[in-house]
T-cell receptor
Framework: DAGVIQSPRHEVTEMGQEVTLRCKPI?????LFWYRQTMMRGLELLIY????????DSGMPEDRFSAKMPNASFSTLKIQPSEPRDSAVYFC????????????FGSGTQLSVL | GESVGLHLPTLSVQEGDNSIINCAYS??????FIWYKQESGKGPQFIID?????DKRQGQRVTVLLNKTVKHLSLQIAATQPGDSAVYFC???????????FGRGTSLIVHP
C-alpha cells in the first residue's frame, strides 16, 4: 500500500482565497483524522471520521473550516476564506480501528496564506 | 501528552549513546500509548506502542516504559544513530476512544 496520500504538498495562497486539501487514506482503514501542526500549538486534532461519518469536529477552529468524507477512499478539508493565521502543516492520518488505534500519517500539506 | 510550552524540549546526544525521552500524560483513563517519530518535512511515523496492562515493551533498539502510578512514559533508544535525529511525540488514548492526544514533542539531536 502507498500509505496515506495527501495533496498538494505545498499550497501558497492569498488571504481570502478558498483552499482545499485532499487526502486518500490507506485502503481498508475505517478511521480518518485531520490534524494541524504549528510550532505554537503542536499537533491539533481538527476532525475525526469513522466509517465516513464525522464523529468529533470539536477541533475545527471556526466556520471557515469544513471537512467532508464522501467515500471511504477520499476526504477533503476546506478553508474558506483563508487567513494568514491558518498557515500551518495539515496532516491527514488513517487507522484500522478493528486492529488498534495506531495512526498512519500522510506527508502533510504545507499551507502558507499571505 | 502534556503541553510543555512554546519551545520544544531538546535532547542532544553523541552517536552511540543511549537516549531517553520522557513524556507525562494526565488522564488516568488512558490505556493505550504510542510513540511517534517525525523527521523534517515528513508526517509522524509509528515507532512503538504499549497497553496499560504492560509496563515495558521492547522493539528493535527501542524500549518503552510505562509507569501508571505517576502517569509517565519513556522511550529509550539504544546506540543512538544520526538517523534517529527527529522530533519524538508521545500520544495517549483513553479507553473506548480512538482519538490520540499528542504531547508537544521532544527534539532529539544526534551528534556524529
Amino acid at each position: 500500500d502507498a500509505g496515506v496520500i495527501q495533496s498538494p504538498r505545498h499550497e501558497v495562497t492569498e488571504m481570502g482565497q478558498e483552499v482545499t486539501l485532499r487526502c486518500k487514506p490507506i485502503s481498508g482503514h475505517n478511521s480518518l483524522f485531520w490534524y494541524r501542526q504549528t510550532m505554537m500549538r503542536g499537533l491539533e486534532l481538527l476532525i475525526y471520521f469513522n466509517n465516513n461519518v464525522p464523529i468529533d469536529d470539536s477541533g475545527m477552529p471556526e466556520d471557515r473550516f469544513s471537512a467532508k468524507m464522501p467515500n471511504a477512499s477520499f476526504s477533503t478539508l476546506k478553508i474558506q476564506p483563508s487567513e494568514p493565521r491558518d498557515s500551518a502543516v495539515y496532516f491527514c492520518a488513517s487507522s484500522d480501528g478493528q486492529v488498534d488505534e495506531k495512526l498512519f500519517f500522510g506527508s502533510g500539506t504545507q499551507l502558507s496564506v499571505l | 501528552g502534556e503541553s510543555v510550552g512554546l519551545h520544544l524540549p531538546t535532547l542532544s546526544v553523541q552517536e552511540g549513546d543511549n537516549s531517553i525521552i520522557n513524556c507525562a500524560y494526565s488522564n488516568s483513563a488512558s490505556d493505550y500509548f504510542i510513540w511517534y517519530k517525525q523527521e523534517s518535512g515528513k508526517g509522524p511515523q509509528f515507532i512503538i506502542d504499549i497497553r496499560s496492562n504492560m509496563d515495558k515493551r521492547q522493539g528493535q533498539r527501542v524500549t518503552v516504559l510505562l509507569n501508571k502510578t505517576v502517569k509517565h512514559l519513556s522511550l529509550q533508544i539504544a546506540a543512538t544513530q544520526p538517523g534517529d535525529s527527529a522530533v519524538y511525540f508521545c500520544a495517549d488514548i483513553i479507553g473506548g476512544s480512538y482519538i490520540p492526544t499528542f504531547g508537544r514533542g521532544t527534539s532529539l539531536i544526534v551528534h556524529p
